[in-house]
């Protein structure tokens, strides 16, 4: 079934020993989206027409984890390495040296990971909601623990095996209160992320909106509420328990600035720059060309507001020399 528009097309491949599911449209130099959590390939389905049209060859997926990609068992299989390796295998596939990078929330991880691990793969990164994050002095877990001792801290509890059945219980709360309840306007958005220990898990803290907010309908939340009951959270929760083996592996190349152009974008009320402000790359992305802030937008920020954040997409990518 079709889920975008006719300009996309679909099909499955296989690389770096997983399947990934892609979404495709338009010709030209390549754009690769990575999407974040709790999202899939289907998350840029506004970009994917807006940057055919502007002359690129756009290609969103289901990344290992999500969707209709490979969910690996191991929890290793989820790595940065594993991660990234993906990327640089489907550009081998599709036969291209290089392609800009433009990654969401944990898909920012990702395409900062590209440019700072294998920059000579990278035409140009844009990072969207989570800033390029420098190594820090040690296990990120470890830290988040000594900081919130015995209080809830959402990165912390995705470690325990309880988070599985927590966020996959009932797949349409669980995603409802992420996409709907950390949206502008909404009293409650950070509660889910950090708060006392004795309010529960995590579902337990969404914020349940009743009435859809107007930059998503109904069958697209369906879409998201149905890909998620019938994968459950398991694959997606293991990204976050890599955080201390990315530390670990990242080691070689640590010290290493990111060169390559860049730009960050996120919403202005986006909840996750309490946590990583943008001023966490300086020094560290040495040609970032462009911090764009999108006013009445959330975390969701290709979703809520697609008009401006294709329009400044476009803008920066075409800055660029062709790759």
């Known amino acids: 079934m079709r889920v975008i528009t006719s300009e996309v097309t679909e099909r499955d491949v296989h690389v770096n020993g997983v399947d990934l599911h892609l979404y495709e449209a338009g010709e030209g130099p390549l754009v690769l989206l990575c999407h974040g959590f709790p999202e899939l390939g289907y998350s840029w389905r506004h970009q994917l027409p807006a940057l055919a049209a502007a002359g690129y060859h756009a290609v969103a997926m289901d990344q290992r984890g999500y969707g209709k990609a490979s969910a ?3 929890v290793e299989a989820y790595d940065i390495v594993a991660l990234t390796d993906d990327q640089a295998a489907l550009l081998d596939l599709v036969g291209a040296e290089r392609a800009a990078f433009v990654g969401h929330d944990w898909g920012a991880n990702v395409v900062w990971g590209m440019a700072h691990r294998l920059p000579e793969r990278v035409a140009a990164v ?10 820090p002095s040690g296990p990120p877990i470890e830290i988040m623990r000594s900081m919130f001792g015995d209080n809830f801290f959402y990165m912390v509890y995705f470690q325990e095996e309880a988070a ?5 219980a009932d797949a349409s709360r669980t995603i409802r209160g992420m ?42 939340l369906d879409h998201y509420i149905e890909e998620f009951s019938r994968t459950g959270f398991r694959g997606a929760i293991n990204w976050y328990r890599n955080l201390d083996r990315n530390w670990s592996l ?4 640590a010290q290493r600035k990111v060169t390559c152009p860049a730009m960050f974008l996120a919403g202005a009320q986006d909840v996750v720059l309490m946590m990583t402000p943008p ?3 300086d020094g560290w992305v040495t040609d970032l060309r462009e911090t764009v802030m999108i006013e009445g937008a959330g975390h969701w920020v290709q979703q809520e507001k697609p008009a401006e954040t294709n329009e400044a997409l476009v803008r920066f990518l075409d800055t660029l020399d062709r790759w």
């Open 126 to 135: 844009v990072g969207m909601s989570v800033p390029f994050v420098p190594r």
């Open 250 to 253: 990242s080691e070689p190349w």
């Open 179 to 220: 996409l709907l309840g950390m949206t502008p306007g909404s009293p409650d958005a950070a509660v889910p992320m950090f708060g006392p220990a004795e309010a529960g898990g995590f579902v337990d803290r969404l914020p349940q909106a009743t009435l859809l907010p107007a930059w998503i309908t109904d069958a697209e």
């Open 279 to 281: 001023s966490i790359m």
């Open 164 to 168: 599985d059945a927590d966020l996959g």
């Open 72 to 74: 690996p068992e191991p």
